[in-house]
Each structure stands twice: as structure tokens, then as C-alpha cells.
């Protein structure tokens, strides 16, 4: 044990007292991955599963350019030179699950980066492949590697199950030269991931564009799913005398003119640093629009900030479309108040932000983009990327930075199937009848909702009539 002596001369006081240690900033325990990233790293001792061996596993929290927080894990024994890599996330269970579908046309689509979760499948039709939830642990690795992986496993014990099993031991061989053959990309193949998590990834090259190989869906998980993930609902499986928890506010008892001057605080923790923390949120009223919640975070632990904005409304009859014309600084300072399920698109510049990609938020066209930019820019592999996608990318931030600058004429397209959408027009003028004039700059078009977006929306199975008879 250390005493003060070892550390500091006699007679000196270099001992930092509790309030000196109290000002220290502290760090944000899942940083991006960079050069100079190693005194995050955890080193444990640990049991070697091949030879049983004392070995040692590496942990480093970190985040994915274009995804999460995750912790990889690197293990190596140094008896027998086995080693292994996982990777879990650690970030908050999503609201829904995702299903991605990519379709493998070149061998150059092998190489796409992939972020499985514990918690993920993956099925690849063409071989009659699956690989179940739980059955892998999750990992950073990319198309390729998951065959390889899948090889692997297969092979383990053929030299023995050829002497024992012959005939199970010949099927299995030809089976992996299946795989093989697929490795080679002979012809084209699917790969569906679908984690209930919501936590996996398969990368995009082509970002920020659309990737008309690649499809991403979420969807709403069953009760059982959510059981899997140890997510139980408030009421589940109660006793009769106890099955209603929550009971019901009195009629009066809180107005509703109450909430619009109250501020209510929950505690979350910090999307940055995962550090406890709490949120703001308050009822308030978009002007010619509707009631909107607002909530706010500030972590005073990395000093990260977020404000985020939800509808305080239902769905609308229809969704909408507003296509803003950028020309003018003007244009730029239009109020806009995107909800989470509003996405966005640039086509002159062939970009596309899904619903789940940028939270809802109230801001201006300019914030907007600042925001698209912003996220793009610092979620970016700077150090790691071929040089192929750095010159791709370095083109589009330096057109995003011309619009900016207003050099050059966009339209940016904003299409929210649920109707929680509004984007501020400029026009106040009203003609003779009192109907207000239009914004030359901006088009608003209502249209009618697919029956896809209503499944997005989970309104194909919502039932509003005679639903005391099911319950």
C-alpha cells in the first residue's frame, strides 16, 4: 500500500484534497474512436475457454460513426495463443426493432461493415442459412466475416464426425462448399438481419444517399419479444386486487391549463456519456400549428445538451409534404418543427435522412441542416476510411457547405406520413376573400397514407371501436 511519503517528499503538501478532486473534469466514458483512444481501455484476467488457462480480455467503450455506444471485448490467451472478439452494446434497448435487408450484388458488398447484437438474427435464403437470437454473441465484423464465422463453427469436429457420422459429416462438407461458393459471389444473394433490439448495422457506402441495396424497416415487438429483452409491461401478470396501478387523475384535478406553465423533470441518463442526469419537459403551442411537448437534457458530467420535440396531438387524416425552396437568407430562417417521424431529402445533392436518424426538433431550416451536417461530419470513420469513401464524403460536405453559404439552389423536401410536420411560411399577406396568400418558396401537398406508412404508424391494427369487448 501506498502511503504519502511515496508519493510526495517530506515536508510538501501535493495531496489534492476533496475539493480539488470534486473540480476535475470528468470524461465521457464512451468516446469516439480515434489514435490516441488506450487509457479507456480495461484489461481483466480471465479463464481461457480452449486450454482453461488464465488469459487476458481487453474492454473498450466506444462509439460506432453512424450507430451507438458499444463495448468491445478482445481476449488473447498467451498459453495457447486462442483468441476470441465480442462486442455488446450498451446502449438503451430502442423503441422498436429493425429489419435490414441488403442485397449482395459484388464482392466489394462483402466488406460492408456489420454491428450485430446478442439479441439479432440472420438469414440468408439463397443457402438455407439462419443463425438464431442468442445462438452467436455479438460482434463488429462485415459480411464476409460472417460466413467465415459460420465456416468455422460448421468445421469444428468434422475430423472426428467423419470417423463417428460419416454421412452427417459428408452432408455438412458439402454444405460449406456452398458457403464457399457464396463467398465468391457467383450470383447475387440476400442477407435479413433482424434484431428486436433495435441495436445492429449494416453500413452504407453510399451515405448520406439512399442505398438501393440496402432496405431498414422497424418494426413494434410482441410481448414476448419484449420479455426477451427482460422488458415487462407496468401491469404484467398482477393479481386482480393490483392489476391497476396507475389509477386514473380525477376529472379537474390537474387542468390542462396547468401544464402549459409547468416544467416537469424525470430522470434519464445522458445519450453521450450514459452518466445520470435529468429531463425538462413542457407542453407548449406552436403558433398556427398545435400543442407540441418540448423536452431538453443537460448532462453536467460531459456538459452534452439535446432538446428533442414530440407531437402533442394524434395522427393526421393524412400525412404531408413540404417541399422549401433555399435561395435567400430568408429562406434559412423559417421556423420548422420536425417530428420523429418526419424524414428528409436533398435531391440535388441525392440525400436521404430517414424518420430515426435526426430526433424530432423545433428549429430553423438553417439549424436543420446544421444538424444534418453535423451528424454526418462527426459520426465519420476520418482515420479508418479507404480513400474512396474520405473523397466521397469530402465532396458532399463541401456542397452542403455551398448551400449553407448560399451558393447554390436546393430543395429540401420534408414528408411526414403522420402529419406532425410544419415549416413556417413567410407569405402573411391574405387576398380580398381573407384566404392567406401562397409562399412562392414553399409547396405544401396533403397526400394519403400507404398502407406501409399506416403499418410504420401501427394504425392497420389499432381499434377504436368495441374494444372493451377484447379486453
Known amino acids: 500500500m501506498l502511503s504519502t511519503a511515496d508519493v510526495a517528499p517530506s515536508g510538501t503538501d501535493t495531496v489534492p484534497t476533496s475539493t480539488e478532486q470534486e473540480q476535475e473534469p470528468?470524461?465521457?466514458?464512451?468516446?469516439?474512436?480515434?489514435?490516441e483512444q488506450g487509457e479507456e481501455v480495461v484489461e481483466i484476467e480471465s479463464a481461457c475457454m480452449s486450454c482453461f488457462q488464465t488469459g487476458i480480455t481487453r474492454l473498450l467503450p466506444t462509439k460506432i460513426p453512424f450507430f451507438r455506444e458499444v463495448v468491445l471485448m478482445s481476449f488473447k490467451c498467451e498459453h495457447c495463443g486462442f483468441t476470441n472478439n465480442e462486442m455488446q452494446s450498451a446502449s438503451e434497448i430502442q423503441k422498436s426493432g429493425i429489419r435490414?435487408?441488403?442485397?449482395?450484388?459484388?464482392?466489394?458488398?462483402?466488406?460492408r461493415r456489420v454491428v450485430r447484437s446478442d439479441n439479432s438474427s440472420i438469414i440468408i435464403p439463397e443457402v438455407e442459412l439462419e443463425i438464431p437470437v442468442q445462438?452467436?454473441?455479438?460482434?463488429?465484423?462485415?459480411?464476409?466475416?460472417?460466413?467465415?464465422?459460420?465456416?468455422?463453427?460448421?468445421?469444428?469436429?468434422q475430423e472426428k464426425r467423419r470417423i463417428d457420422h460419416p454421412t452427417e459429416a459428408a452432408s455438412i462438407d458439402a454444405y460449406i462448399d456452398r458457403l464457399r461458393e457464396v463467398k465468391l459471389v457467383k450470383s447475387p444473394f440476400h442477407l435479413h438481419l433482424e434484431d428486436i433490439s433495435g441495436n445492429s448495422f449494416i453500413e452504407n457506402p453510399l451515405a448520406p444517399a439512399a442505398d438501393p441495396q440496402l432496405k431498414v424497416s422497424h418494426f413494434t415487438r410482441s410481448?414476448?419479444?419484449?420479455?426477451?429483452?427482460?422488458?415487462?409491461?407496468?401491469?404484467?401478470?398482477?393479481?386482480?386486487?393490483?392489476?391497476?396501478?396507475?389509477?386514473?387523475?380525477?376529472?379537474?384535478?390537474?387542468?390542462?391549463?396547468?401544464l402549459h406553465g409547468e416544467v416537469l423533470?424525470?430522470?434519464?441518463?445522458?445519450?453521450?456519456?450514459?452518466?445520470?442526469c435529468e429531463t425538462n419537459m413542457k407542453l407548449t403551442k406552436i403558433p398556427h400549428f398545435k400543442e407540441v411537448v418540448i423536452m431538453a437534457t443537460v448532462c453536467s458530467q460531459?456538459?452534452?445538451?439535446?432538446?428533442?420535440?414530440?407531437?402533442?396531438?394524434?395522427?393526421?387524416?393524412?400525412?404531408?409534404?413540404?417541399?422549401?425552396?433555399?435561395?435567400?437568407?430568408?429562406?434559412?430562417?423559417?421556423?420548422?418543427?420536425?417530428?420523429?417521424?418526419?424524414?428528409?431529402?436533398?435531391?440535388?445533392?441525392?440525400?436521404?435522412?430517414?424518420?430515426?436518424?435526426?430526433?424530432?426538433?423545433?428549429?430553423?431550416?438553417?439549424?436543420?441542416?446544421?444538424?444534418?451536417?453535423?451528424?454526418?461530419?462527426?459520426t465519420f470513420f476520418h482515420d479508418s476510411a479507404d480513400d474512396t469513401s474520405k473523397e466521397q464524403m469530402t465532396r458532399f460536405l463541401n456542397s452542403f457547405d455551398a448551400v449553407m453559404n448560399l451558393e447554390r439552389v436546393i430543395t429540401l423536401i420534408l414528408e411526414d406520413p403522420a402529419g406532425n410536420t410544419y415549416v413556417q411560411s413567410l407569405n402573411d399577406?391574405?387576398?380580398?376573400n381573407g384566404i392567406a396568400v401562397a409562399d412562392d418558396q414553399l409547396v405544401v401537398e396533403h397526400y394519403d397514407r400507404s398502407y406501409d406508412d399506416n403499418e410504420d404508424l401501427g394504425l392497420n391494427d389499432m381499434k377504436t371501436e368495441n374494444y372493451e369487448k377484447d379486453a
Open 100 to 111: 435490414i435487408e441488403l442485397e449482395v450484388n459484388t464482392e466489394s458488398d462483402l466488406n
Open 223 to 258: 410481448q414476448k419479444q419484449n420479455e426477451e429483452l427482460g422488458l415487462y409491461a407496468q401491469n404484467h401478470e398482477l393479481p386482480d386486487a393490483d392489476a391497476h396501478l396507475l389509477k386514473p387523475i380525477a376529472e379537474d384535478e390537474w387542468p390542462i391549463e396547468n
Open 135 to 157: 445462438s452467436q454473441k455479438g460482434e463488429v465484423t462485415t459480411v464476409e466475416g460472417i460466413i467465415e464465422r459460420t465456416i468455422t463453427g460448421l468445421s469444428q469436429d
Open 429 to 432: 399577406d391574405t387576398d380580398k
Open 302 to 378: 460531459c456538459g452534452h445538451k439535446t432538446n428533442e420535440v414530440k407531437s402533442g396531438g394524434g395522427v393526421e387524416p393524412q400525412g404531408i409534404r413540404f417541399k422549401v425552396r433555399i435561395s435567400t437568407k430568408e429562406d434559412l430562417t423559417r421556423d420548422v418543427l420536425k417530428s420523429e417521424t418526419c424524414s428528409l431529402s436533398i435531391p440535388e445533392l441525392e440525400m436521404e435522412v430517414g424518420p430515426h436518424a435526426l430526433c424530432g426538433r423545433f428549429t430553423t431550416v438553417e439549424g436543420l441542416l446544421v444538424a444534418m451536417r453535423d451528424q454526418l461530419d462527426g
Open 26 to 35: 470528468k470524461q465521457p466514458i464512451f468516446q469516439a474512436i480515434n489514435a
Open 265 to 276: 423533470q424525470f430522470a434519464t441518463n445522458c445519450p453521450n456519456c450514459q452518466a445520470p
